[in-house]
């Protein structure tokens, strides 16, 4: 069989490499993978940033995914074969301090599917039962590819803010992780606007527009007043930057209100700014990664009941036969949230 590997330290250098279709060992059982989805840190292996270079090359990438068990190992209790099933990515060792106290999420140790190990841009996955979430019978499977990136935003907001119904939010970064995070803030009563850039002016602001919710293109508009109609000049209740970007921070401390609150769930990098004006206004910094097993049921609820609308949300347009047109025009923000049909590997 063959899957979709990056093959070298550089920019692009993504190519079909053969696999054995791989035997489920004990506790593991073979995924039959039918939708996998494309998410910013797919783009970020395509470009080779730096969180990548850990990398043992070739790797199959891709680890937003669903599928269906066609086999399973000796000792598997939970999953029997023709289970609809995800995977639960981000594996914590079970062992760490971290994982002990139910927090895996923050292992000290923790491996991630298409990264440190083959993924799903191919046709089967072995994979640990215990890292394997079932599909809700209500849940479509192409839906289902996205329950994944869902849980981080079901994470960052249900658990991690205070988003509550009445709320002025704001949602720096209309990708992926943006806008379901948009989507699970307004489920949780909160009225949310959505930034981006230039770039997000042609695929992604319209997609937030037609997903519910007003937008700004800081490129263009004048947030300043912007922000005067939107919070009646208080500034927003609570700010999730999603950007990934150091602007989303400085920018965020602009946006949210004394007394409110800022989210971080892009890896912001590096920004200096001063500090003092943000304990005197006793904003609430807080961080929000990965996601855990409640997020992940949270998430099939949020899809199941339409709070996420992943009909609008998926993009079907990209064939992983051509994953350079996908990956590129990800990057350039053509387009937001590309889940691809892996059947088309057979
Ligand atoms: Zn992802
Ligand atoms: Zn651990």
Redesign the pocket.
């Known amino acids: 069989m063959r899957g979709l590997a990056k093959v070298e330290r550089s920019s692009g250098a993504m190519e079909f490499v053969e696999r054995q279709k791989p035997e489920p060992g004990a506790g593991e059982v073979l995924v039959e993978v039918d939708y996998a989805g494309l998410c910013g840190s797919d783009a970020g292996i395509y470009e080779f940033e730096s969180a990548f270079e850990r990398m043992e090359l070739p790797t199959v990438i891709g680890h937003e995914y669903a599928g269906r068990v066609v086999e399973v190992g000796d000792g598997v209790t939970e999953f029997g074969v023709g289970d609809r099933v995800v995977e639960r990515p981000i594996r914590?060792?079970?062992?760490?301090?971290?994982?002990?106290i139910g927090e895996?999420n923050v292992?000290?140790?923790?491996v991630i599917t298409g990264v440190d190990h083959d993924g799903a841009y191919e046709r089967f996955i072995a994979v640990p039962e215990r890292a394997l979430h079932p599909i809700p019978d209500d849940v479509e499977q192409r839906h289902a590819a996205v329950a994944e990136p869902t849980s981080i935003a079901a994470r960052a907001v249900i658990e991690n803010s205070r988003v509550g119904a009445g709320d002025r939010v704001l949602v720096e970064g209309p990708g992926p992780i943006g806008l379901l995070t948009a989507q699970v803030a307004a489920a949780q009563g909160g009225t949310v606007v959505v930034s981006g850039v230039g770039q997000d002016a042609d695929y992604r602001l319209p997609l937030a527009e037609e997903l519910g919710f007003e937008t700004v293109n800081v490129a263009d508009d004048d947030t300043e007043a912007r922000r005067e109609r939107h919070t009646d000049g208080v500034g927003y209740d609570v700010v999730f930057d999603t950007t990934g970007h150091p602007s989303g921070l400085t920018t965020a401390v602009d946006e949210v209100r004394k007394g409110g609150q800022i989210v971080l769930v892009g890896q912001t990098g590096e920004t200096s700014m001063p500090y003092s004006p943000l304990v005197r206004a006793e904003i609430d910094l807080q961080c929000s990664y990965a996601s855990m097993y409640e997020d992940f049921e949270r998430s099939f609820r949020l899809i199941r009941d339409g709070d996420v609308d992943c009909e609008t949300f998926v993009d079907t347009r990209f064939s992983l036969l051509e994953a350079d047109e996908a990956f590129e025009t990800f990057i350039e923000g053509g387009t937001c949230k590309p889940v691809f049909d892996i059947s088309e590997l057979a």
Do not use: T
């Open positions: 914590g060792c079970g062992e760490c301090y971290q994982c002990r895996e292992c000290q140790d923790a």
